[in-house]
């Protein structure tokens, strides 16, 4: 089994459900992005997402929009961002890492350059939010091959035809868009993805995350109480812009560490 798989089947024997963050690597600056990853595991993280940055991050909303232009100024790239990856797994051989981010930056270094790349610096999953399941079959298989997990988006408006071409594509975990818009959005209905989420399990027959949505430990406690994983962004990018430099870590830190328990509180 991959990390990632690992990780869910420990965490089910448990009775526990997964908190995974995100990040946007190189935000508030490349020398942030590693004792940042190392505070959300302290913080409670089961899996890390980390964000690529991207110039036109068409799934993100300001906030992560922001990051990324952060990160951007500074020189982030795809390589750095694999670099930041490899000396985390120096001293944390457990946690998976998850990259999130658009084709681009893969196209530009190739996808056989990537993978590979991406397998020798400890990455787990790799969600590359437009490349559709029908259009990176080979992608994916190659992916599955270096042992990565290649994680697909689905959202309310997903049909049967998409779960079953993400349930064969895809491994590790669903991402499940709990709305129709951007990242850090509002409106997020409980009820609504509460009934969603026993079908989607069933269709594709692997745990389900849910973000796009969840701001606070309440939110998070709530779609623990159904989903297999908690998906949190935005609100940790908010924490980090307004935390003094020297704070960011710890305030990043506390904040999840109030969603864990939460989440661990609060589940059924």
């Not at 913080?43 to 110039?55: K, Q, R, Y």
């Not at 981010?101 to 270094?109: D, L, R, V």
């Amino acid at each position: 089994m991959s990390r990632i798989q690992t990780t869910f089947a420990s965490l089910q024997v448990a009775g526990r459900k997964a908190l995974i963050p995100f990040i946007t690597a190189g935000d508030p600056e490349p020398g942030m992005t590693l004792p940042l990853m190392h505070a959300l595991v302290r913080g409670g993280a089961d899996i890390i997402e980390l964000g690529v940055p991207f110039s036109d991050p068409m799934a993100d909303g300001p906030t992560i929009q922001r990051a990324s232009e952060r990160a951007l100024s500074y020189g982030m790239s795809l390589r750095t961002v694999l670099a930041i990856v490899h000396e985390f797994r120096k001293s944390n051989d457990e946690t998976p890492v998850v990259l999130m981010g658009y084709a681009n930056p893969i196209e530009a270094m190739g996808a056989q350059v990537f993978t590979a790349a991406a397998a020798q610096a400890g990455v787990d999953g790799v969600l590359v939010v437009d490349y559709p399941p029908e259009e990176c079959r080979e992608f994916s298989a190659g992916l599955k091959s270096a042992g990565l997990d290649p994680i697909f988006l689905l959202a309310p408006t997903s049909t049967d035809l998409r779960f079953s071409q993400v349930a064969e594509a895809g491994s590790g975990y669903i991402y499940y868009v709990s709305l129709k818009g951007v990242t850090g959005a509002g409106n997020l209905d409980f009820d609504d993805v509460a009934r969603r989420i026993p079908h989607i399990r069933e269709m594709v027959g692997m745990p389900v995350g849910v973000g796009f949505g969840i701001r606070d430990a309440e939110s998070a406690r709530r779609i623990a109480a159904t989903a297999d994983a908690v998906v949190i962004g935005s609100r940790i990018i908010e924490e980090i812009e307004r935390s003094p430099r020297e704070e960011v870590c710890a305030r990043v830190e506390a904040f999840l560490r109030g969603v864990r328990a939460a989440m661990d509180g609060g589940q059924s």
